[in-house]
Nanobody, 122 residues
């Protein structure tokens, strides 16, 4: 059993900042990658930022230069620092972890958090 839980969402004015956190708990052997997706009403879920175990990062063009993803591997936690927020960033933000567990065999699977709402408006 692996669970991911996000926190840190809220409402801010344009230009403001928020920091999202996501912690994975459970029978974790290793976490290959952790990252963030978002979904606005009526739109498809899209990748925001990802971080690999080796330290590599990947950002959507729409957030590059404004958002920073980081990991604390000892705590199985990933953060998303969001700066210079725009109304277009309004969405539910979901944490995803690609996690390997061990139950007779190694098993790697994507796990999702429940989502946290981010609203950017004046």
């Amino acid at each position: 059993q692996v669970q991911l839980e996000e926190s840190g969402g809220g409402s801010v004015q344009p230009g403001g900042s928020l920091r999202l956190s996501c912690t994975a708990t459970g029978s974790i052997f290793s976490i290959n990658s952790m990252g963030w997706y978002r979904q606005a009403p009526g739109k498809e879920r899209e990748l925001v930022a990802m971080a690999t175990t080796g330290g590599g990062t990947n950002y959507a063009d729409s957030v590059k230069g404004r958002f920073i993803i980081s990991r604390d591997n000892a705590k199985n936690t990933v953060y998303l620092q969001m700066n210079s927020l725009k109304s277009e960033d309004t969405a539910v933000y979901y944490c995803k972890g690609t996690v390997t567990t061990l139950l007779v065999r190694f098993f790697t699977h994507d796990y999702w958090g429940q989502g946290t709402q981010v609203t950017v408006s004046s």
